[in-house]
């Protein structure tokens, strides 16, 4: 089993930055593809950011450029810096995790509760 639980989120207006984390509990972490999903009101949930096993990142393109995906093994932790945030990027920001297989078929077993992310203009 593996627990999730996601912090930082919050208000700022729009250019600022903010970081997200999501803590991790449980066996064979570093296995795992992590990421960030986002689900904003009248929205499907989309993919923003993952990092897979071996350290590769990949990102939607609306956020390239302005959002970094990053973990930190020891602490069994994983962040989203965002930068340059725009009013679009308001949503309820979600961790994922599960074994890279899993997690390319869109069969993602763990997941966070979310964290709040709003930008106004």
């Known amino acids: 089993q593996v627990q999730l639980v996601e912090s930082g989120g919050g208000s700022v207006q729009a250019g600022g930055s903010l970081r997200l984390s999501c803590a991790a509990s449980?066996?064979?972490?570093?296995?795992?593809?992590m990421g960030w999903f986002r689900q904003a009101p009248g929205h499907e949930r989309e993919g923003v950011a993952v990092i897979e096993s071996d350290g590769r990142t990949n990102y939607t393109n609306s956020v390239k450029g302005r959002f970094t995906v990053s973990k930190d093994n020891a602490k069994n932790t994983l962040y989203l810096q965002m930068n340059a945030l725009k009013p679009e990027d308001s949503a309820m920001y979600y961790c994922a995790a599960d074994f890279c297989g899993e997690y390319r078929r869109g069969l993602i077993a763990y997941w966070g509760q979310g964290t709040q992310v709003t930008v106004s203009s």
């Open positions: 449980g066996k064979t972490y570093s296995l795992y593809c």
